[in-house]
């Protein structure tokens, strides 16, 4: 064991798996760069720390790199998919409405097609 820098990885606890996979962070795809290159990662597993109870997100990274982040720390990084939203919207933590716009979407054609005698 190794010097690391921020929290002393001696008092962090793993999670039981049913804790990490509860947690909306477990598995979450991260782009991290070093040194000026982008860096896939993915957290793999999640520990808890002694005595503050704060979670360390432990993160393996495709070179095979691995290091904890705190929550705040893995939504910095995480990968979103799809097209990237104003920061402010993308700030609120209500869910997405479920995409069931595509076929209310402008005027009915089978309306429209059909001659009117």
Known sequence: GGSSVGSADGD?????????????????????????????????????????GDRAYHVRYEDGDEEHLVAFEVHQWMHRPGPSMPTSRAQSLRPAPAPTMTATRGPSIAASAAPST
């Open 12 to 52: 962090l606890v793993p999670l039981p798996m049913e804790h990490a996979m509860a947690d909306p962070l477990f598995n979450a795809k991260i782009r991290k760069s070093f040194g000026g290159r982008m860096y896939w990662g993915s957290v793999i597993a999640i520990d808890a720390d002694i005595n503050s």
